[in-house]
């Protein structure tokens, strides 16, 4: 019995996560406040120096990306930890696996970029903010989701659910 709730619960929340995702895709870009919202879009390229991805570490079908942005001039600030680190991972835990129950994933056109620009957070957004303030509006999120330049393809982007891997002061 126990189990049965357990994964009406978890496709609930699936459910619930893509109705999100749908509400923040059909909307125009307005001038959202980051700080109030419960589902944050960020934008991530690439360049090995202030976005660095590491290598992805597959077992068991168990697949996890790490994505790093570095909010400070390193070659200048080498001691500081400005670092913001998020994780991607086919399946929230083993229990989901076990279930087939996937981290939420959609395909959109690229012109999703330009019409909502507004509400994507990207590294020169998070330079500006500075980095405890946008540790802050992470913290609060909800649900965090992740455009990868590197995985768009044929006009199509995808838009993936990431998790805030912090590890420092806090």
Request: proline share 2%; net charge neutral; aromatic share 10%.
């Amino acid at each position: 019995m126990n189990k049965i709730i357990l994964k009406m619960h978890k496709k609930m929340i699936a459910r619930m996560t893509i109705i999100a995702m749908i509400m923040i895709l059909s909307c125009k870009a307005q001038n959202i406040s980051y700080q109030q919202d419960e589902t944050l879009l960020i934008y991530f390229e690439k360049d090995g120096i202030n976005q660095i991805r590491l290598p992805i570490k597959d077992t068991l079908n168990y697949s996890i990306a790490i994505y790093q942005y570095l909010l400070h001039d390193s070659n200048k600030y080498p001691q500081l930890n400005e670092s913001i680190s998020f994780s991607y991972r086919n399946y929230r835990d083993f229990d989901d696996m076990n279930s087939d129950n996937p981290i939420p994933s959609f395909r959109v056109n690229e012109k999703f970029l330009k019409n909502n620009a507004g509400i994507i957070i990207d590294l020169n957004d998070m330079q500006d903010l500075g980095f405890e303030k946008t540790m802050s509006i992470f913290k609060k999120a909800k649900h965090i989701f992740m455009i990868d330049k590197d995985d768009s393809k044929d006009g199509l982007i995808i838009i993936k659910e990431v998790f805030l891997s912090y590890a420092g002061k806090e």
